[in-house]
């Protein structure tokens, strides 16, 4: 039988709501930003970087909200909308410009068009890691303790930001860049990446953990 009205309150109430846009929207804004690489620390990285684990902690939320497979339907949601975004991008390079009012068509192009192979990166790292750090929290709750949120936190988003890291960084530049640049960018990138999650660790004492729901 299908789920009471109550129940399916609980999963589609604004704050859930509110919470799932949040992740969706900080994944598209990652990937974009993630078209530029800047200079961090002394190292080479992206600036999706600075936005990105914070759809860890986002993610997390949802795990205490959601429950496991709810959380994992989102994160294959986000990544199936972003590789639409992905389209529209080139959908927008192939269309003619209006050349008489706007002359950037050859920089639209260069920016959205030569980068594909990073896109595609960034789309497959936050999949991947996302699911990662799902099946980590999850075994976490269910196999050690459902005391200590932050530990379970800590130790779900340091295995997905490795895994996230790699899987970025090879796909995206392997065979560009020499292997020195590589562990650079992974390195910088997982600092990043673990600052951010002890700066945004508070959030996930806000919510709740769902009541009956596989964690």
Known sequence: MGKSIK???VAVGAPAIAVISMYIAFQIFADILALKITIILGMSTTVGVLLYPLTFTIRDILHKTLGRKDTLR???WSGFLNVIMVALFQLAIW?????AHWALQGEFAIIFDSVWRIVLASLLAEVVGQVVDTQVYSFFVNKITRKFQWARVLSSNFVSAIVDSLIFVVVAFWGI???SVLWSMITVQLIIKMIMTFISLPGIYLVKD??????
């Open 177 to 179: 860049l020499p292997w």
């Open 74 to 76: 989102v994160v294959l």
């Open 210 to 215: 769902k009541d009956g729901v596989e964690m």
């Open 7 to 9: 129940e399916v309150g």
């Open 95 to 99: 269309l003619p410009a209006d050349t």
